[in-house]
C-alpha cells in the first residue's frame, strides 16, 4: 500500500488547530504535527497539543522549543493581565507579535525538509479576535514568500498553504468538528486557565469558544469556572 503523501500541519491544542488538521487527514494526508513551546504563560495548550496530535493519528509530532517571552509584548508571554471585559475592537493585547509568521516559517522549513508540500494551519479571518496574521491576505502572502525563500519553490515544486477555517464562523467550526467526529474536549482555547484546570470562561477565546458551541447547537464539553 503506498504511503500518503505528508502535510505539516501546525497544532496549538486549540479547537481550530484541531479541524484545520483533521481536514488535513481527510484530504489523505499522512500528518506531520507542529507544536511550538514558545513559553506561553500556560502548560495545559502544549498537553492538549499532544492529546490532539495522537488522537489525529499523526504521523510524527515535534514540539519545538522558542522562547518568545525574550520578547514579550504579549499577555501571553509576559506578565500582562489577560483582558476578561469582552471582545473589543482593535488588536488585543493577547496578540502575540508576528506569531504566525514565526510558526509557518518553522513549519515551511520542516515540510521542505521531509518533502512535503502542504501546510495546514487553523487561521480564521471572521471570529478571530483581530489578529493581523489570521487575514486571507497574510496566508497568500506568506504562500508565495515560500516560493521564493526555498530551494524547492526555486525549482518549481511550489508550496500550498491550506487555511480550511479561513471564512468559518466559531459555530461553523463546531460543526465541522462534529461532522469529522472529533472530541473536541481534547482542545483547549483559554488564554489564562484556573489552577484547577479549567477555561476561564471570561477571556475572549473563551467568549469564542463558548458563543460557537452555542450557536451550533452542538453540547460544549468545556469546563467553564465562569460565565460572562
Known amino acids: 500500500m503506498a504511503s500518503l503523501p505528508p502535510a505539516v500541519v501546525l497544532v496549538s491544542g486549540g479547537l481550530d488547530s484541531m479541524v484545520s488538521a483533521a481536514r488535513a487527514r481527510e484530504d489523505g494526508r499522512a500528518l506531520f504535527a507542529l507544536s511550538i513551546d514558545y513559553h506561553q504563560r500556560h502548560r495545559i495548550e502544549l498537553e492538549a497539543a ?3 496530535a495522537a488522537a489525529l493519528g499523526a504521523a510524527r509530532h515535534i ?3 522558542l522562547d518568545l517571552s525574550a520578547f514579550g509584548g504579549s499577555a501571553l508571554t509576559a506578565d500582562i493581565a489577560v483582558p476578561k471585559q ?3 475592537p482593535g488588536i488585543p493585547v493577547t496578540y502575540v507579535p508576528a506569531r504566525n509568521t514565526i510558526f509557518l516559517s ?11 508540500r502542504d501546510l495546514y494551519i487553523g487561521v480564521n479571518a471572521l471570529d478571530y479576535s483581530g489578529y493581523p496574521d489570521c487575514r ?12 521564493l525563500a526555498t530551494k524547492a519553490g526555486v525549482e518549481g515544486r511550489a508550496f500550498r498553504i491550506h487555511a480550511p477555517l479561513q471564512h468559518l464562523t466559531k459555530a461553523d467550526i463546531v460543526h465541522e468538528g462534529a461532522r469529522l467526529g472529533l472530541d473536541m474536549g481534547l482542545s483547549w482555547s483559554c ?7 479549567e477555561h476561564c470562561g471570561l477571556c475572549d477565546s473563551c467568549r469564542l469558544r463558548r458563543r460557537g458551541f452555542e450557536e451550533a447547537g452542538v453540547a460544549d464539553p468545556t469546563r467553564y469556572a465562569a460565565n460572562p
Open 191 to 197: 488564554y489564562d486557565p484556573t489552577p484547577e484546570g
Open 106 to 116: 518553522l513549519a515551511l522549513g520542516w515540510a521542505e525538509a521531509v518533502g512535503a
Open 50 to 52: 499532544r492529546r490532539v
Open 86 to 88: 469582552g471582545v473589543q
Open 63 to 65: 514540539v519545538l522549543p
Open 136 to 147: 486571507p491576505e497574510f496566508v497568500a502572502a506568506f504562500e508565495g514568500l515560500a516560493e
